[in-house]
C-alpha cells in the first residue's frame, strides 16, 4: 500500500507551514528535479509518486516513477550512477521537489551516458520564424 501524505487544510499552510503537504496531479505524480550539489548543473527531470517520494524521504537515494514502464525504479540501479540526495526542497504550493545531489558511479545522470538529461539546447527563433532545430552542447560526461 503506498504511503500517504497529509492534505494541506489551507493555502496558508500550504504556503507558510511547516508539514510536507504534496500536491500531487491527477495520475498521483509530483514533478521532481536534481541538480548537482556543487555545482548546480541542472542534470535530470523525472515524475515521482507518493512511494517514490517517500523512499527517497527515507533512504536519502532518488527514486522516481517512470510513466512509461509503470514502476517505480531507483536512479542507477541498473548503471549504479546513484543520486545521493544532499538537500530536498519542495516549491511554494508544494507541486515540484527540487534535489541537490551528488551523482555516484560514474558521475553520469542521463541514461544516455551524459553527466546530465539536458545535453541540447533549443535554437530561439530570430523572431521571424519558428525553428525546430536541437543543437548538441557541451555537457562533460
Known amino acids: 500500500m503506498p504511503p500517504t501524505f497529509p492534505a494541506p487544510t489551507d493555502t496558508q499552510s500550504l504556503e507558510q507551514g511547516q508539514a510536507l503537504t504534496p500536491r500531487f496531479d491527477?495520475?498521483?505524480?509530483?514533478?521532481?528535479?536534481?541538480?548537482?550539489?556543487?555545482?548546480?548543473?541542472v542534470l535530470m527531470f523525472a515524475w515521482m509518486n507518493a512511494d517514490a517520494l517517500s523512499r527517497s524521504i527515507e533512504t536519502g537515494l532518488a527514486h522516481f516513477w517512470s510513466?512509461?514502464?509503470?514502476?517505480?525504479?531507483?536512479?542507477g540501479e541498473e548503471s549504479g550512477n546513484e543520486l545521493e540526495i544532499e538537500e530536498m526542497r519542495v516549491d511554494c504550493d508544494q507541486d515540484a521537489i527540487w534535489m541537490k545531489v551528488r551523482v555516484k558511479g560514474r558521475g553520469t545522470a542521463c541514461h544516455t551516458g551524459t553527466r546530465s538529461c539536458f545535453?541540447?539546447?533549443?535554437?530561439?527563433?530570430?523572431?521571424?520564424?519558428v525553428r525546430l532545430q536541437l543543437v548538441p552542447t557541451t555537457t562533460p560526461r
Not at 491527477?26 to 548543473?41: F, P, Y
Not at 545535453?119 to 520564424?129: M, P, W
Open 26 to 41: 491527477g495520475n498521483g505524480l509530483i514533478a521532481a528535479i536534481a541538480t548537482d550539489a556543487v555545482s548546480g548543473d
Open 67 to 75: 510513466r512509461s514502464r509503470r514502476t517505480l525504479w531507483k536512479k
Open 119 to 129: 545535453y541540447r539546447r533549443v535554437a530561439l527563433g530570430d523572431g521571424q520564424a
